[in-house]
């Protein structure tokens, strides 16, 4: 597997308590950018282009698959890898994220080491690309 150091993964999640979690799993291997709701997710894409968004499903005044149709929208960022975060596993949800595009579907309560793997291995697929012109 490919050295994913470099790399940036914005992390989109409205539950304090998951971001603490998933940052400090995280951070040693990548770049974090973190984001409390859709809207500010979206702002952060504006300015930064991600290798990879972990983006919770259920967050208050948009959702996850609006602000992922929003990103898959925007040329800029259409080929960022998407993984979908949710309390929502039912079957039916994953097809759901699955079939819109996303690349993973983790459950909450996550796994540490799940998330961990997904990421390395999502981004060890992916390619890198040039930062997005300022």
């Not at 799993?25 to 990548?30: G, K, P, Q, T």
């Not at 997710?41 to 300015?47: C, M």
């Not at 990103?71 to 079939?99: H, T, W």
Request: glycine residues 6%; without cysteine; aromatic residues 6%.
């Amino acid at each position: 597997m490919r050295d994913i150091s470099g790399y940036t993964v914005l992390l989109v999640d409205d539950t304090l308590e998951n971001m603490d979690i998933l940052v400090a799993v995280l951070e040693n291997d990548v770049d974090v950018t973190v984001a409390m709701d859709g809207p500010s997710a979206l702002e952060s894409l504006a300015w930064e282009r991600p290798n990879l968004v972990l983006l919770d499903i259920e967050m208050p005044d948009m959702d996850g698959y609006e602000v992922f149709r929003r990103i898959k929208a925007d040329p800029a960022n259409a080929l960022i890898p998407i993984v979908f975060l949710s309390g929502r596993s039912s079957p039916e949800e994953r097809v759901k994220g699955m079939e819109m595009g996303a690349v993973d579907f983790i459950a909450k309560p996550f796994v540490v080491g799940d998330v961990l793997a997904t990421v390395r291995r999502t981004l060890s697929r992916a390619r890198p690309h040039e930062e997005v012109p300022t």
